[in-house]
């Protein structure tokens, strides 16, 4: 079936520095890809994602980047804050965006300032 | 933004019950939720797609026995537990596909306990 794979699990930085999670995905029908952080008991909120027809997207600090040849997209953290420490997930589409979602196995984020 | 809500968010029920978990969208249609299923220091699981007049679609290794979906109108769609283990307790969450945009909206999910 299909698989995500996500890393790494845990991922610890200083105030200020950049921040980069990878993902891998098995299903080539997948073209949609969201990133969630999630905080301790909380519903998982999207913070960035990004569509096969798209190589790279930027929200401010966050871009994601997409190489659907390869089947891996990454998080890209800058100018890292404090609380920017949760847990993240990347998550791929099962065919289009709207359908159900698999997840990565998540990476804790720990920002030190 | 898309609201999806989640009741009850907290539920203690002893072993061998039944618990009924709704989830609903408060302001825009959901023809397909989708329910996952979350072990502490995990990810989430997908357990079922739920599509609204239809019979829910399971993921394996998911009983349709046990965990039963019933999505009976645009806006609402329930889990039920059946008689509940502690190896059921879990954070259930569930998500909700808005037609327009395509975007999958989260509900604040729901801590089950079983004892």
């Known amino acids: 079936g299909e698989n995500v794979e996500q890393h790494p699990s845990t991922l610890s930085v200083q105030e200020g520095d950049s921040a980069v999670i990878k993902c891998t995905y098995s299903d080539s029908a997948s073209n949609y890809f969201p990133w969630y952080k999630q905080e301790l008991g909380k519903r998982p909120q999207l913070i960035i994602d990004?569509?096969?027809?798209?190589g790279e997207k930027k929200d401010q600090r966050i871009a994601v980047t997409l190489n659907k040849t390869a089947k891996h997209f990454s998080l890209h953290i800058t100018e890292t804050q404090p609380e920017d420490s949760a847990v993240y997930f990347c998550?791929?589409?099962?065919?289009?965006?709207?359908?159900?979602?698999?997840f990565g196995k998540g990476t804790t984020l720990s920002v030190s300032s | 933004g898309a609201v999806v809500s989640q009741h009850p968010s907290r539920v203690i029920c002893k072993s061998g019950t039944s618990v009924k978990i709704e989830c609903r969208s408060l302001d825009f249609q959901a023809t397909t939720m989708f329910w996952y299923r979350q072990f502490p220091k995990q990810s989430l699981m997908l357990m079922a797609t739920s599509n609204e007049g239809s019979k829910a679609t399971y993921e394996q290794g998911v009983e349709k026995d046990k965990f039963l979906i019933n999505h009976a109108s645009l806006t609402l769609s329930t889990l039920t537990v059946t008689s509940a283990h502690p190896e059921d307790s879990s954070f259930y969450i569930c998500s909700a596909r808005e037609r327009v945009y395509n975007e999958q909206f989260f509900g604040p999910g729901t801590r089950l306990t079983v004892l």
């Open positions: 998550a791929a589409s099962r065919g289009q965006a709207g359908t159900a979602l698999i």
């Open positions: 990004i569509r096969s027809n798209v």
